[in-house]
């Protein structure tokens, strides 16, 4: 009897002592140490998505969009815009402030007919939202305004 309550007791002592040495072992394998963490960056790049339209109407809520383009500034030029990187060098040169893209008087001889033209840009920019829109008294005006830049040139 005494044999058995030996037996019992070492089996019983040895199955814990397994036990704990396993859960122990598969606890610090769990965690596995700074070493063997794979480097991550401290900070990403800021997005720059956006949306560019041009339409018929006297503004942005109402215009029927006649062209639209996607262009992506980071982490590199892309998007359905014919010309993504000189666009988006554009818009850094600007600081992504669109009216500055618009304020310059028509370099072309355009006649006086009211057929408005709406342009917009929607997304973010660097990371901040960006809303912006302009009507033109025509198609004539809107290619004189932005002829030198090739933002909406699409």
């Given at each position: 009897m005494r044999y058995i309550l030996n037996t019992a007791a070492a089996t019983a002592t040895a199955t814990a002592l397994l036990l704990t040495g396993t859960a122990a072992a598969s606890a610090a394998q769990a965690q596995p140490t700074q070493a063997a963490q794979p480097a991550q960056a401290k900070s990403l790049y800021s997005p720059s998505a956006l949306?560019?339209?041009?339409?018929?109407?006297?503004?942005?809520?109402?215009?029927?969009?006649?062209?639209?383009?996607?262009?992506?500034c980071a982490p590199r030029p892309s998007g359905?815009?014919?010309m993504p990187a000189a666009a988006c060098m554009e818009l850094l040169f600007v600081?992504?402030?669109?009216?500055?893209?618009?304020?310059?008087?028509?370099?072309?001889?355009?006649?006086?007919?009211?057929?408005?033209?709406?342009?917009?840009?929607?997304?973010?920019?660097?990371?901040k939202r960006v809303a912006w829109s302009a009507t033109f008294g025509n198609e004539c005006e809107m290619e004189g305004s932005l002829a030198e830049g090739t933002v909406f040139a699409f």
């Open positions: 949306v560019l339209t041009i339409g018929k109407g006297e503004d942005a809520a109402t215009a029927t969009v006649e062209r639209a383009v996607t262009l992506n359905t815009h014919p600081e992504g402030e669109f009216s500055a893209l618009a304020e310059k008087p028509s370099t072309k001889p355009c006649t006086r007919q009211w057929a408005p033209v709406v342009v917009t840009a929607q997304g973010v920019w660097q990371g």
